[in-house]
Structures are given as structure tokens and as C-alpha cells.
């Protein structure tokens, strides 16, 4: 359930975009009916009359929209602040595939991911860049330079390795950097979703990235697009030649 703070801040974006501009306006004069009709400065008639007429304007716009609906794109092409922690993606889940060159936006939240995810009995797989110096510097070509690439990759690298000591756990690396990254939660239930992210060129700042969410329910067609792709790119990459994950990585 949505907290009073992303109501407040979804309806804030709604009126900058002029998105349900008439729910909004309907709202706002059922309230002052409301009102006036509790006070007792609006009568029976008055009232019956003012609601009859939203009604009436509420028909009439839905027919009109049905008629002739143009698609959103704000509703489809999102940012990543628009979902919130990504500790609220993690409950309910139990198949979790994560690629990012780095992934450290995702491995921040470890102790979620072992808590909601591995303690439940659920799968998790990530994909993270090769330490490759050929690998390392295609991708930090094309990342923003607010972080050191391979750094922050040598540490993630560390969290996945303490991470490879729960069962359901495991990790590899891939040799090229694809200019995306994936989550996947659940690919093979019927609320499954996928999370799309675009790196573009040199953000400025990771937040302002594209973030597309695909259903199952849906898109069953691209979903299965990207849970495929990802399997591919998991049997493309490695498995880590050292290090805890490396006895324990599945067949």
C-alpha cells in the first residue's frame, strides 16, 4: 500500500504533467459539497444536482478518452526513484536475477536480499562486469565518472563473495558491457516482472536513467525477452575461478 508521502508525491507529478487532471478536479469538488452540505449552507437539491452534473462530466470524459486515448509515456518510462527502496521489490520474492556492470545500486541492500530472498528459501542470481582491464575500461567509457568503476566493482565483487556463503546464491562475470541493466523477480510466476534500466551515455546522475517495468501479466512477449536474455548472458559469463562462490556455483 502506498505511503501518504508517494501519494502526495505521485499527485504532485500528476498535476506538473497534467495527468487526471478531471479525477483530481471531481475530487476536489466532491470535497467541497462534502463540506458545504455538513455546514448546512448547500441543500438536497443543490447537492444532488452538483453530483448528478460530475457524474454526467465523468461519463462523458471517459467516453471521449476511450474514443481517441493517447498512451502516457510518463506512466511507462520512469526513473529509478519512482519504485521507492529496493528492499520493497524483495518481499514476496523468491527467484531474483540482478545484471549491472557493477551492481552495487542492488548490493547495497545484501542484507535484504539474504534476509527476504536466501533465509525464505529463494534463488538469487547476479551478473557483474569481468575484472578484465579491456572489460573494466569499455565500461567506464561509457558510465558516468562520478565513481571509480573498478573500485566500486572489486568491492562489489567482495559482497557477492560473502554472499556465495548462503545457499541459493550465486554470481558470474561477463566479458562485455551491454548498455543495460536487468532485474528480474519471479520469471517463471505469473506475476513475474522485469525491470529494463538504459545507461545512455555518461549520466550525469545514475537516478535520471530510464527504468521500463514489464509485467508478465502484461507483456508476456517481452518479458520473455528479457528473462531469456538474461539467461543468455548468464551462460555467456563466468563463474569467479576463486573464492567461496566458486565451489558452490550450480550446475
Given at each position: 500500500m502506498a505511503t501518504f508521502k508517494d501519494l502526495f508525491r505521485r499527485t504532485i507529478e500528476d498535476l506538473r504533467h497534467g495527468r487526471h487532471r478531471e479525477a483530481y478536479a471531481l475530487f476536489l469538488i466532491g470535497v467541497t459539497l462534502a463540506v458545504l452540505g455538513l455546514v448546512g449552507i448547500a441543500d438536497v437539491a443543490v447537492l444532488l444536482s452538483a453530483i448528478l452534473l460530475a457524474l454526467s462530466f465523468l461519463v462523458f470524459h471517459t467516453a471521449t478518452e476511450a474514443s481517441g486515448q493517447r498512451l502516457d509515456l510518463d506512466e511507462v518510462l520512469r526513473s529509478r526513484e519512482d519504485y521507492g527502496p529496493f528492499s520493497k521489490l524483495l518481499q514476496g520474492t523468491?527467484?531474483?536475477?540482478?545484471?549491472?556492470?557493477?551492481?552495487?545500486?542492488?548490493?547495497?541492500?545484501?542484507?535484504?536480499?539474504?534476509?527476504?530472498?536466501?533465509?525464505?528459501?529463494?534463488?538469487?542470481?547476479?551478473?557483474?562486469?569481468?575484472?578484465?582491464?579491456?572489460?573494466l575500461s569499455l565500461a567506464a567509457a561509457q558510465l558516468d565518472d562520478n565513481l571509480d568503476f573498478e573500485s566500486t566493482l572489486r568491492s562489489s565483487l567482495a559482497t557477492l563473495d560473502k554472499l556465495s556463503a548462503d545457499p541459493g546464491f550465486s554470481y558470474r562475470m561477463l566479458g562485455l558491457p551491454t548498455g543495460f541493466s536487468l532485474v528480474v523477480v519471479n520469471a517463471t510466476s505469473p506475476g513475474g516482472y522485469v525491470i529494463f534500466e538504459s545507461h545512455g551515455f555518461k549520466d550525469e546522475n545514475i537516478t535520471d536513467r530510464m527504468h521500463i517495468v514489464i509485467k508478465k501479466s502484461e507483456s508476456p512477449r517481452w518479458f520473455l525477452y528479457w528473462v531469456a536474455r538474461f539467461d543468455a548472458m548468464w551462460e555467456a559469463a563466468k563463474p569467479p575461478s576463486a573464492g567461496p562462490s566458486a565451489s558452490r556455483e550450480p550446475p
Open positions: 523468491h527467484d531474483l536475477r540482478i545484471y549491472g556492470p557493477t551492481a552495487v545500486n542492488v548490493l547495497v541492500n545484501s542484507a535484504d536480499i539474504r534476509r527476504y530472498v536466501l533465509k525464505t528459501g529463494g534463488t538469487v542470481k547476479v551478473i557483474v562486469q569481468n575484472t578484465d582491464q579491456h572489460a
